[in-house]
Structure formats: C-alpha cells, structure tokens
C-alpha cells in the first residue's frame, strides 16, 4: 500500500487534474446542432449551436462533429481542428465578413481539416475560407461548396501553407476581381492541391502569385472569365487531366518567370485558349486537346511523352 504522503500526492494530482478539466471545459470531440445552445458544454446529449463557441470547448487537434442540420456562423480557428459534417447539411453564412479564418502566428504549424460544409456569402461576404498568418497551416477542405464571395472563394497566404482542396465546389465569385482561389507564396512558400474539384462563375478561377505551386487534377474550371492565372516571377501551376471551357481566356502565364504545364488537358470552346507574357512559359505536354477555341495560342515549349 503507498505511504500516506505518496497518497496525498496522488490525490493532489487527481485533484489538479480534476480542475483543470474543469476550467478549460475542453473535450476532444464536441458537438454542434440547429437546435443546440453555446452554452451547453457541446457534448453528444447537450450540443453546441454554433462553430465559434463549441471550437473553445474542444481540445487542440479535436474534432467538432455536425449532429442534425442547422447554420453554424462564422469561425476563427487558431489550433489544430476538424470541422466535420457527414450525413447533415451543415451551412455557414455571412455577409460583408470572412466565413471560416484560419490564422496561425503560434510559432508552430497546425493542422486543419474542414469536410462536407455549405459555405454561403450571399454576395456580399470576403472570403470563404482564409488561411493566414506567420506560422504553417496544413488545410484538408473537402466535400464542401463555397458560393457569392466578393473577395475570394479561398485565399491562403500563410507563410509554408500546404492546402489541399478535394471533391468541392466553389461558385459564383461576387467580386469583379475576385478569384476562385487565390494562393500567394509572397509570405512564404504555398503550395496548393485540387482534385477533382469545380470552380466556375469566377473573374479567375486560380490565380496563383507570389512565387505559389499549384497543382490541379482531374477538375473543371469552366465559366470563368480566366481559368487559371500564373501572376507572378517562379509561381507554377500543373494541369492535369482536366477541362477549361467556356472562358475568355483558358489559362494564362501572365508575368515573366510564371510557368504554366498541361497534360492531358481538354481547352476547347474559349475565347483564347492559351496566352502568355514574353518571359512566361505555357508548357505543353504531347497529350493535350487544345482545339476549337476563337483563338488557341501556342505553348511556348512541347515536351513529347516517351
């Protein structure tokens, strides 16, 4: 049996833990429901309403799960978090605001996941999602649409940002200048994956600057004034196995250094197919169908496949 001080410190260190618990109120997985209340502590029986106040409620690299449909307003994430919607229909919307911003300056990178949400900007909203700040964010979005945004779908310009968007849509850009996404690499390298993902309704439906790296599979970006813009010296972007319709302009390497590759790439039925600036690099693989645009332009370089 422990001596009576060894007890009396195991039960002071129960009790503290106890506390702690107590004080911070966080669990690793909460809940949030159309009909819930912020102040319930977000458990499975006594939910949360909205994302804001079930996030302090939730540990560092916890999940907030949807229970049953409702409206879940805006959130500011500055830790490790999912936001998880599977089976519910689960909305945030906002007007003349950010819906979702993701801001890391911790000094340590975070991972964040956000999957099956409704993100709605009713035309007058910022940003759908924004990633931003000094410190590296890891973003997983998918399965989630995001519509009437005036600045930009998504924009990610976190310093060492690596963003994945899969299975989304993203829609009808409310602002003249506004893009699908938009990934700046001016803070820091950026790096951004879309797969099999739809943006259409946008001035530009990728614009990727300051020195950013995308890459884009199996996707439609369709309807566009632009469908993909490399807007700056060493920013690249990869096309792969995808369609660009019905835009004025396909895809454009409009700044000196930018460079553009396409395989497998369907660009028909556009204004003009391919551009660049002098210095700009369209880079064409032999495995292309770039036809019945007014005008198709030319790669600047052919790289026949083995």
Not at 66 to 91: M, N, Q, Y
Not at 138 to 160: C, D, M, P, R
Request: net charge neutral; hydrophobic share 40%; aromatic share 4%.
């Amino acid at each position: 049996m422990p001596s009576k001080s060894l007890q009396r410190a195991m039960f002071g260190m129960i009790s503290m833990a106890a506390l702690s618990g107590a004080a911070f109120g966080q669990a690793t997985r909460t809940w949030v429901s159309g009909v819930g209340d912020d102040a319930n502590p977000c458990s499975r029986t006594a939910p949360c309403k909205t994302f804001a106040g079930a996030i302090s409620k939730t540990a560092p690299a916890g999940e907030i799960n949807v229970l049953d449909p409702g409206g879940f307003g805006a959130v500011t994430i500055t830790k490790s978090i999912t936001l998880l919607a599977v089976g519910s229909p689960a909305g945030v919307l906002v007007s003349g605001t950010n819906a979702i911003v993701i801001a890391n300056s911790s000094g340590s990178p975070i991972s964040v996941t956000i999957r099956g949400l409704d993100i709605d900007g009713l035309g007058t909203g910022l940003n759908g999602v924004l990633v931003q700040g000094s410190s590296p964010v890891t973003l997983h979005l998918e399965k989630t649409q995001i519509y009437g945004f005036t600045t930009n779908g998504v924009t990610v310009s976190s310093a060492g940002a690596n963003v994945t968007v899969a299975d989304s849509r993203i829609s009808g850009c409310a602002g003249l200048l506004s893009n699908g996404i938009n990934v700046d690499g001016t803070n820091g390298a950026v790096n951004l994956n879309v797969i099999n993902t739809e943006i259409h309704g946008c001035p530009t439906a990728l614009n990727v600057t300051g020195g950013a790296k995308a890459n884009v599979r199996n996707s439609d970006l369709s309807q566009n004034t632009t469908g993909v813009m490399a807007a700056s010296n060493l920013s690249e972007v990869m096309l792969d196995s995808g369609t660009i319709s019905f835009c004025t302009t396909g895809v454009n390497a409009s700044a000196s250094g930018a460079t553009i590759r396409l395989s497998n790439m369907t660009i028909m039925d556009n204004g003009t197919g391919l551009a660049s600036v002098t210095g700009g690099a369209v880079v064409s693989f032999s495995n292309n169908r770039i036809k019945a645009n007014t005008i198709n332009g030319a790669p600047t370089s052919t790289l026949f496949l083995n």
